[in-house]
């Protein structure tokens, strides 16, 4: 789920990012899913983390904002109730034991709107187990990106907020101001091997960077990440490994 208007492309996505998924597993067995809960996957993406989660509970609804992401879930996993909404104003009639959501809400820069709809959507004691990107989150492939935009004169897309980073302290506070109660809350870091070893940050810039380059000459584009791969090189080239440099927050919280 993206608080974004770029359509996005499940191919690309499957295809050269399927680690965004696969890191998600891990936070399943945070989550603990029972057999008798009602589960909401907030961001659902292609389905991949949804459909493991059915396999326990099968009353489970998977939730994104991108029509093309909520279409090729539906197309592969047919036996789940999957829907295009909006992360900051969903409401469902009947509430859910837990809300379950893997890197989606740093893209939802109104966090706390994403955070009232999460704890209106709950029963009592209903938790949510979530992780994100946390502050400093890719940062050296971010700054790059900036630079090399404002030195070609895009100052506009250069400034771009596009995501929201926040510390654990800020996200915390936020909860407990919605009156959820956080029993637990991490932040780590998690360089991230990319897919291509030739192409690995331009491939990262091309699926999750999109809206930078807005209004922008398509020339210039793809100068700008060759350019950007080869300046982050000896941060993010390891072992003739291309990796990102994330940054991730983990956090349980129980609505009081």
Not at 32 to 53: K, W
Not at 218 to 234: C, R, S, T
Request: proline residues 2%.
């Amino acid at each position: 789920m993206k608080d974004n208007s770029d359509q996005w492309n499940p191919v690309l996505y499957n295809d050269k990012h399927a680690f965004v998924y696969e890191y998600g597993k891990g936070l399943i067995d945070l989550l603990q899913p029972q057999p008798n809960e009602r589960i909401l996957d907030l961001g659902c993406g292609s389905g991949q983390l949804t459909d493991t989660i059915s396999e326990i509970s099968k009353n489970i609804v998977g939730i994104d904002n991108s029509a093309e992401m909520i279409a090729d879930a539906k197309i592969k996993y047919k036996h789940i109730d999957f829907r295009v909404e909006d992360a900051t104003q969903f409401n469902f009639d009947h509430k859910f034991d837990a809300i379950f959501s893997n890197a989606t809400l740093h893209w939802v820069t109104n966090f706390n709107a994403a955070i009232n709809s999460m704890y209106h959507n709950l029963r009592s004691n209903g938790r949510i187990v979530v992780e994100f990107g946390g502050k400093g989150n890719v940062q050296t492939i971010v700054n790059q990106l900036r630079i090399s935009l404002a030195n070609r004169g895009y100052t506009t897309q250069s400034q771009l907020k596009l995501w929201y980073f926040p510390s654990i302290g800020e996200y915390t506070t936020a909860l407990e101001s919605a009156n959820f109660k956080v029993v637990f809350a991490q932040h780590f870091e998690r360089p991230t091997e990319l897919a291509d070893n030739n192409t690995g940050i331009k491939d990262w810039i091309s699926m999750f960077g999109k809206s930078f380059f807005k209004d922008v000459n398509l020339k210039d584009i793809e100068d700008i990440k060759n350019e950007i791969q080869e300046k982050v090189k000896p941060t993010c080239l390891i072992d003739g490994k291309w990796y990102a440099d994330y940054k991730r927050i983990r956090i349980i919280a129980f609505k009081q």
